[in-house]
């Protein structure tokens, strides 16, 4: 073990030594986000009686990246792309890569020329690196469409992406795929209403039109070249929208029994509204029953004295998570289509009466002119 070690401290100051002797020293190997600036700093160590006179960068294909005389910033050239950073010094020279893309991977050399020494160089190696990205969980209503996005800054580096569900049971299960040079496929289960993008990028996977059962969790895995997988999970929240109804029945003389009802996912919650003012009549009873399918049925009885719908309006209002606002449903419906009845007779007997006085008027006229 001692001599292992001493053996693996050796190695070590004799890589250092090895490294030192070059005289540059820059970092062997860096990680780069993609689309990002990035800097690469190489340091010289200079000896007495030296002086650089000019600092030389290139690129992945030994091409030249950027030229300089330490010093002089006018005589700074070089490619679009890049840039003399900062914090360069006498003694450090410093680039940036103003927007890092996939073919600026590679191994980058700085090149240092030395009065009277010569040239003296390093050597960095960059790899370019993205993550996924997503944005958020979803919530989708029965039957519309929803989109889910994950998004991956290096296509070039990406074999193919594959979309895999996580029920609420915990189960998880194929959902479609799509690798280089190949048609989006959908998995049996989810043919006709799962379609994929063909994106090595923006993976877009879309339900339509959705069912409660899609609830779930769902991964977008990016399988690549050399980064392994790259993956990221969006939840799925499936809501059905509630249809509300009022019934009422008379429960005992001048006693009103009314009903509130809605089936929805999640559940609704129902409150009664009376006049504008939320005082219920006696505490409304909810009442919750879980359906098969995965809804729930809500009824909110409520008991009032038969004379009050007459003066006032009762309205059971239902909020749901999937809308913007309650939906008010008021129970004084019936009456209100009574008066309409009355109006409407009242209007067509009134019509007829004076269509009669007119024919009488008229053929009263006729008279007189004979
Ligand atoms: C660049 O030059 C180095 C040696 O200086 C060599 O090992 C490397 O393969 C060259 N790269 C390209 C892309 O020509
Ligand atoms: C998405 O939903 C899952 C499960 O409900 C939760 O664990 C996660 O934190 C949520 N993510 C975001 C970004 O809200
Ligand atoms: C109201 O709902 C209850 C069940 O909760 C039912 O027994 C009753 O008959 C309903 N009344 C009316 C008027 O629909
Ligand atoms: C009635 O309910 C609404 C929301 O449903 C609330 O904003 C308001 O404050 C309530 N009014 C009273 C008097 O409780």
Redesign the pocket.
């Known amino acids: 073990m001692m001599i292992q070690a001493s053996c693996l401290q050796l190695c070590t100051l004799l890589l250092m030594a090895g490294r030192l002797q070059g005289r540059v020293t820059a970092p062997q190997h860096l990680v780069a986000p993609v689309e990002k600036p990035f800097t690469l700093t190489c340091s010289l160590s200079k000896e007495r009686g030296e002086s650089l006179r000019e600092v030389r960068w290139?690129d992945?294909?030994?091409q030249t990246l950027l030229t300089y005389k330490p010093g002089n910033r006018e005589t700074v050239s070089g490619q679009q792309h890049v840039e003399l950073a900062p914090s360069s010094t006498k003694d450090t020279s410093a680039i940036t890569i103003r927007r890092v893309g996939f073919r600026d991977e590679?191994?980058y050399?700085c090149i240092f020329d030395l009065h009277p020494t010569g040239l003296k160089q390093g050597?960095t190696c960059l790899t370019v690196t993205s993550q996924v990205t997503v944005d958020g969980n979803k919530t989708a209503v029965s039957g519309k469409k929803v989109s889910l996005l994950c998004s991956y800054g290096l296509p070039e580096k990406v074999r193919q992406i594959m979309w895999r569900r996580i029920s609420a049971q915990g189960e998880s299960t194929d959902v479609a795929s799509f690798a280089k040079r190949s048609d989006p496929m959908i998995e049996p289960p989810y043919q006709g209403r799962f379609w994929l993008t063909p994106s090595l990028s923006d993976s877009q996977l879309t339900i339509h039109p959705v069912a409660i059962q899609d609830e779930g969790c769902y991964t977008c895995m990016y399988e690549t070249h050399s980064d392994g997988l790259k993956t990221s999970t969006i939840c799925l929240s499936t809501y059905v929208l509630p249809k509300p109804q009022v019934s009422y029945k008379t429960a005992s003389p001048g006693v009103i029994e009314a009903n509130c009802t809605s089936v929805s996912r999640p559940p609704a919650e129902i409150v009664w509204n009376v006049e504008r003012d939320n005082r219920t009549m006696g505490p409304p009873v909810t009442k919750q029953l879980s359906q098969d399918d995965g809804t729930t049925l809500v009824i909110s009885t409520l008991t009032v004295q038969s004379g009050l719908l007459k003066d006032v309006s009762v309205k059971c209002l239902v909020h749901h998570k999937g809308l913007e606002s309650p939906i008010a449903v008021s129970m004084n419906t019936k009456i209100g289509t009574a008066l309409t009845i009355l109006i409407s007779v009242t209007t067509v007997a009134a019509l007829l009466v004076l269509s009669l006085c007119f024919c009488l008027w008229k053929c009263f006229l006729r008279k007189e002119a004979d």
């Open positions: 290139l992945v294909q030994n590679g191994c050399t050597s």
